[in-house]
């Protein structure tokens, strides 16, 4: 249920919010359990989060689930991430009937054949979804993002003087959303790790110790509160 049942009077929405969903290795500690138990609890929280987007009217949720650098940890903890997401997938059909659109965003080329034709089904399942636009990022970098943009700007033949912010921005996986407005990182890393480096030119940004499990509607209120007295310039006065 919404924290509110209709928005405060006058209270900015960001159009689009981005988070880094960080903590749950340290969540799993403190409590001296495995990280995998902290991967668990952190994608219940994921479908919460989600859930109480849609329905307060939200129309795009970026979601950071795994970079291209968390490769480096050990085999059994990225299998255990993987199972996550197929876990996920296989269950997506619940999100469908909440009129959210599911989209993914990253190099998926290295995921297993399985994980890519349920995130295929599970795209072309929501596609006509009016509700939330959620977007998950797996072996997401920004940085590869962009080389790959480039890539492609190439491939396509485009002549330099004709390249511009806009030519990049439409290769990006985000192509035709809007940048994020707000960016939230719990877990006390004042960072971006790698993620949406080109679209948080502008973005606000968010930063709390939670652990991502212990995250709930309530600091997501909080956090559009504080979005709310932001005084957004853009370079003007
Ligand atoms: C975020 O939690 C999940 C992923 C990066 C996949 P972490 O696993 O990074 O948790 P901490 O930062 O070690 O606590
Ligand atoms: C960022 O968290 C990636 C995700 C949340 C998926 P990390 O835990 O990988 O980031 P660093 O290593 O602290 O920068
Ligand atoms: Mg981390």
Redesign the pocket.
Known sequence: MPLFKKQPQNRILPTHIAI???GNGRWAKKRSMPRSAGHVAGAKTFKNIARYCNKIGLKYLTV????T??WKRPKDEVEGIMNLLRDYLKDAENFKNENIKVKFIGDLEPLADDIKELIKKDEDGSKDATGLNLSIAINYGGKDEITKAVRKIVNEGIPAAEITEQTISDRLYTGGMPDPDFIIRPSG?Y?L?NYLIWQSAYAEYWFSDVLWPDFTPKHLEKAIDDYNHRNRRFGGV
């Open positions: 880094i969903m960080d950071y689930a795994f970079s650098e968390n890393e960072r790790s």
